[in-house]
């Protein structure tokens, strides 16, 4: 015998199952901690593709221990007060659990003030813990032609905001590649593709326990 109402319960049941399995699928997506990189080209792959990146990298090898997913909102050419303009908004859209906090170099090689470096990467720091997110600081060492006494305050900048903050500090991100012509791009200041698995190697180690 037909009955027509039983198509009606079927169909509302199946609807009712599909929006509760896509309700589950976006919860877990939701609970999934983010990871922020804030950087400039040394974090945005300059001039080689971007899966080769150290970011990129990392998000590979996260895909198979962990939950985290990493989002990379580096800009070649960055300095810290346009990572300042932007991170309020980011912090909003992404709601990190983990900032990784990879500026400043272009700031030094312009010859921008240490305390304004100091400064800006202060208030980011400020603003993401906040926000409710561990930081990681990721310094860098310029070229020894800017003069020991601008190279002194520029270096002093990451082990001190560090130190202030408690934070975990990768203190050079390019240990063991800047002194390697063979793994340094034309230009002597960006890395090669082959550079950026060492690249990221320096930075898990200090990473690995924030992951926990």
Known sequence: MF??????????????????????????AAERPVILVMGDSLSAAYNIPTSAGWVSLLEERLKKRTDWQVINASISG?????????????????QPSLVLLELGAN?????????????????????????????MLIGILLPPNYGPAYLAKFEQTYPQLAKKHQLPLLPFLLEGVADQPSLMQEDGLHP?????????????????????
């Open 78 to 94: 960055e300095t810290t007060s346009g990572g300042l303009t932007r991170l309020p908004a980011l912090l909003r859209q992404h």
């Open 3 to 28: 009955y027509p109402w039983k198509n009606k319960v079927i169909s509302k049941l199946a609807a009712f199952l599909l929006l509760l399995i896509i309700n589950s699928s976006s919860l877990v």
């Open 192 to 212: 090669t593709a082959e550079a950026q698995p060492k690249i990221l190697e320096n930075l898990w180690v200090e990473l690995k326990p924030l992951l926990n």
């Open 107 to 135: 700031d030094g090689l312009r010859g921008l003030p240490p305390q304004l470096i100091t400064n800006n990467l202060e208030k980011m720091l400020t603003l993401s813990e906040e926000s409710g997110a561990k930081v």
